[in-house]
Nanobody
Framework: QVQLVESGGGLVQAGGSLRLSCAAS????????MSWYRQAPGKERELVAR????????NYVDSVKGRFTISRDNAKNTVLLKMNSLKPEDTAVYYC?????????????WGQGTQVTVSS
């Protein structure tokens, strides 16, 4: 059974930090690109950060560059999102995502999400 379980969300003041964690099970974690998405009330879900299966390349949405860092530990089947200098506009539900494309078929898994609230 595939599971992605996020943790680490909460309420923080602007300028503060949080570290989100996503624990994966039920699939070969090291074969999958891992991403963090977020969805704020009334807005579409957006990609925040992505890391390759080997962890050798990352990319970020412009609004979080220099503040957020994505990393992964393939031995522990976890992906982290370290968030610094948080802003009220970072408030959203954050979702962990795993995907890979093999033989033109995409396998795509999602966690349940963790709420991040940044107060001004």
């Amino acid at each position: 059974q595939v599971q992605l379980v996020e943790s680490g969300g909460g309420l923080v003041q602007a300028g503060g930090s949080l570290r989100l964690s996503c624990a994966a099970s039920g699939f070969t974690f090291s074969n999958y690109v891992m991403s963090w998405y977020r969805q704020a009330p009334g807005k579409e879900r957006e990609l925040v950060a992505r890391i390759t299966s080997a962890g050798d390349s990352t990319n970020y949405v412009d609004s979080v560059k220099g503040r957020f860092t994505i990393s992964r530990d393939n031995a522990k089947n976890t992906v982290l999102l370290k968030m610094n200098s948080l802003k009220p506009e970072d408030t959203a539900v954050y979702y962990c995502n795993a995907f890979r494309t093999i033989l033109f078929v995409t396998q795509d898994y999602w966690g349940q999400g963790t709420q991040v609230t940044v107060s001004s």
